[in-house]
């Protein structure tokens, strides 16, 4: 998990990408590796999500391919076998919590409040979503409950985008943001990834700016 969540950290935004059409997975992957986002989180609402998996892994073997949206250890399974590198869920579902951790799969679980963090703490997770993020509270949220969990860094995700990412870089406890406006789904429909490139290396930019 540790190393899982250290390239966390360097790319500093995990895009979060809904695929309606696994023709689409190839195309979008190398948008983003040409980009300088080697990294995609694909999310289980869609039938074509399993599959788009397999082709960005099997396509593109260095990027980090992961699932998002994950609601039962079933889609667990079918994520990891499809080659996901990760698991990112909306809440924190004990039982799918643990089922990763047993597994050693890592998984990063959506947190709202003290509690759901206190039940990844108890199954060994320091790394946790924070969803969604805006709605919940934003960054004032992450700082209040970061307070009496020294060990736990966030990962926001839900209203992020350009305007307000780099404020979230600038707090050390967070990991890193997932976003999806370098990746909206009528670009994606539309075939036109070469604009995705590009809204993927302005993204990478605002990263470097923080982050240096």
Do not use: H
Request: hydrophobic share 40%; net charge negative; with cysteine.
């Amino acid at each position: 998990m540790e190393k899982i969540f250290k390239q966390f950290r360097e790319l500093g935004i995990i895009p979060v990408v809904v695929l309606d059409n696994a023709k689409d997975a190839a195309p979008l992957a190398k948008a983003l590796c040409e980009g300088g986002l080697p990294v995609a989180e694909v999310t289980f609402r869609t039938d074509a999500a399993e599959e788009s998996i397999r082709i960005m892994s099997e396509q593109y073997p260095d990027m980090l391919v992961g699932a998002g949206t994950v609601l039962t250890t079933e889609q667990v399974d079918r994520a990891v076998a499809a080659g996901a590198k990760f698991i990112v869920s909306p809440g924190t579902n004990p039982r799918i919590v643990k089922y990763c951790v047993e597994k050693g799969i890592p998984i990063c679980p959506g947190t709202t409040n003290p509690s759901d963090i206190e039940q990844a703490l108890e199954n060994g997770l320091k790394v946790v979503k924070f969803f969604p993020a805006e709605p919940a509270g934003g960054l004032p949220m992450i700082k209040a409950m970061a307070a009496p969990y020294v060990d736990v860094m966030f990962m926001p995700t839900g209203g992020i985008k350009p305007s307000n990412i780099r404020r979230y870089l600038e707090y050390d406890r967070i990991i890193a943001c997932g976003g999806s406006w370098m990746v909206p789904g009528d670009l994606v429909k539309a075939g036109e990834f070469n604009k995705i490139t590009e809204l993927t290396k302005e993204a990478v930019e605002i990263v470097k700016e923080v982050r240096g």
